[in-house]
């Protein structure tokens, strides 16, 4: 039986806009420019839907300390919304928004927001006003915080479920936000559950015994927020196990998408048609599969769906052909014409692909090597170096020693900081090294 549901989300950013390389037409560019918003009525939507006792936001719910009248209005208009519904809001302000000195509005009745001079306790109370849980926090005083203000969150009791809302980079040399690491979080006693804010990317950063996590951004804003973001459910039964999943909350998904001109639907790429044609393959791929990749994705709702989104796609065309020359030399040109058809295409489907941008880093092909090794002494020579490495197992251990541990041969191994490294993974490298030879001796030789 659940005797505890909240809400946990951060990093809201109001006040900022999508960065967007290009202008946009008028319906368009006033979603985008709404966008941020509209992320954070989905946070409180949830909220009301899911019957939630409170909401947990871990700082920089505004993305500058001079908050603008537009973003503050709206935040107090979004609490007053769940104050109808009797559901608090728990806030500590994070480096980009700090505790101002004096707030521009009152602020709403159910909005609690914690103190930069010390760390704060709020009671959560049953209907028989029994304590259940304990929410501790504190705010950022101004863009830094060095303290490590985490040490002083600490319980009065450890019997009701704790929680401790922190804004941290959860980094212990970055002296700027709360300067910790994972461990320091895990050892502090009577906390059970770190409601984290600071990193844009959804992250569980400890399962359980406490649990850890960062809910991402809830609207990512460039090519440098791609990841999967949104507000954290969280169920708490009453033996305090916790249950929680990541509900999206973004109206727009950021994503670089490759198109390789050497891996075409049949082959090579031989003219701009094929390419055309390849970058259409791919955009169905993306409404048909939904490509957003997530570490946690076994995390995410269920309820999930691709179908009330679009995506911002920057195409990266990339790779080695014949067609490089041409993109390379008619490069403008060729963008502004594919970025015109696909925009025209694409925003007709159930799942609008905004293309923002075209980014071109191809090369020309390379001769065949081995026409290389029969015609030039200094090729022979690379390729009889490259085959020594091939053939001799004591040779590629010395090599990998010298590369480091990272890259030992243990396909079995679970630790995922380590690189597993077979034989087929080491003929690419091989490859790859040769490749970087020949172009480069070619390129100084012209």
Known sequence: MIKLKFIHAADIHLGSLLHLSTTVDDDLKKKFKEAIYNS?????????????????????????????????????????????????????????????????????????????????????????????????????????????????????????????????QLDPYNNSYVPCRKDDLIKQQGIDYWALGHIHQF??????????????????????????????????DHQNSIDYKLIPTANFIWKRIEVKIDDGIEGPIENLDDLKALIFDQAAKLIKDDLIDSEDLERVSANYSNQSIAYIVQWLIVGRGTLSNILTQQKEEIIEELLIELRAELSKSHLVIWSDSIRIRTSPPLPDFEYLEKNDDFFADIGEVIREIEDKEDIQNKLIAEIGKIWTIDNMSNDPEKFSLDQDDFKAILEGARNLIVEEVLKRRD
Not at 81 to 107: C, K, Q, S, T, W
Not at 141 to 153: L, P
Not at 208 to 234: H, K
């Open 40 to 168: 954070f009525s989905k946070v409180v939507d949830l909220a009301i839907e899911n019957k939630v006792n409170f909401i947990l936001l871990a700082g920089d719910i505004y993305d500058q300390e001079a908050r603008s009248v537009k973003a503050n209005k709206f935040f107090n208009r979004e609490c007053e919304r769940l104050n109808e519904f009797n559901i608090d809001v728990y806030m500590v302000a994070g480096n980009h928004d700090p505790l101002p000195d004096r707030e521009a509005f009152d602020l709403p009745d159910n909005l609690y927001v914690f103190a930069s001079d010390k760390v704060e306790e709020y009671r959560i109370l049953s209907d028989n006003d029994q304590v259940i849980a304990r929410i501790l926090g504190q705010s950022y005083a101004s863009q830094a915080e060095s303290r490590e203000i985490y040490k002083d969150f600490i319980p009065q009791a450890n019997s009701t479920f704790n929680i401790g809302i922190l804004h941290t």
């Open 203 to 236: 992250r569980i950063v400890n399962q359980n015994s406490p649990c850890i996590i960062y809910p991402g951004i809830p609207q990512g804003r460039d090519f440098g927020e791609q990841s999967l973001g949104g507000a954290v459910l969280v169920e708490v």
